[in-house]
């Protein structure tokens, strides 16, 4: 079976230091790999997508950015946060192809920056 | 332009049914989804309509009209366990979902 799994669960950074979330599944080839953030009340904002190995598709200008050095691997980076970037941060995936829509979320990682 | 909207917050008593409408616009259309999201957890798939109709799963039952733009999932024999979250979501032309901010459910005894 398939399982997804991201990390650290929780973390409280200072502003202007780096940030690193690693997401990974196991289980299943080449899937569609996204991040999300979740801010309080709102929706989910999609921040990153990836179809593929260095295939990096961005939704939203900001000082995130993202990267799949492996085929079930991805990862969230920042050099320097802010406190806008505080939030419920969400990995997920699914099958590649355009009939299957659902989504498995990792287990998420609050981030607070201060 | 794409938007989605559902209500903020609901309140029901456990045993009883409960309805969560969801609309949206959007000039290109995939199926509509349903998620269900407890506090600090992440979402959990319930229901997928592309066709319109009512689709039942159990307890669970969600309904899709796409010349209204209109959908609704519906809850019967509310259980304490279903406070949570429910998030819609449609699917767009580019196969992207777009998120309603989801509806807070709280459940009574």
């Known amino acids: 079976s ?3 799994h991201q990390w650290p669960a929780t973390l409280v950074q200072p502003v202007g230091s780096p940030l690193s ?8 080839s080449n899937p569609n790999l996204y991040w999300y953030r979740q801010a309080a009340g709102r929706g989910l904002q999609l921040l990153f997508y990836s179809v593929g190995i260095g295939q990096i598709s961005s939704e939203v200008p900001q000082n995130l950015s993202a990267s799949r050095p492996q085929d079930r691997q991805f990862i969230l980076s920042s050099k320097k946060l802010l406190l806008s970037d505080s939030g419920f941060y969400l990995c997920a995936w699914s ?6 829509g659902e989504l498995f979320f990792g287990e998420g990682s609050r981030l ?3 | 332009g794409q938007n989605i909207d559902q209500p903020t917050e609901m309140t029901a008593t456990e045993g009883a049914i409960v309805q969560i409408n969801c609309t949206y616009q959007t000039s290109g259309f995939n199926g509509l989804f349903w ?8 979402p959990t798939f319930l229901s997928y309509n592309v066709l319109d109709g009512l689709e039942e799963k159990g307890r669970f039952s969600s309904f899709l009209s796409r010349s209204k733009g209109y959908s609704y999932l519906l809850l019967k024999e509310l259980q304490m366990k279903d406070s949570a979250s429910y998030l819609c979501a449609f699917m767009d032309s580019n196969y992207q979902l777009i998120w309603g901010a989801g509806t807070k459910l709280i459940i009574k005894p």
Request: negative net charge.
């Open chain 1, 2 to 4: 398939q399982t997804i």
């Open chain 1, 21 to 28: 979330l690693e997401c990974t599944v196991e289980g299943t």
């Open chain 1, 95 to 100: 099958g590649g192809g355009r009939d299957t």
């Open chain 1, 112 to 114: 607070t920056v201060l």
């Open chain 2, 35 to 42: 998620y269900q999201q407890h506090a600090g957890e992440a």
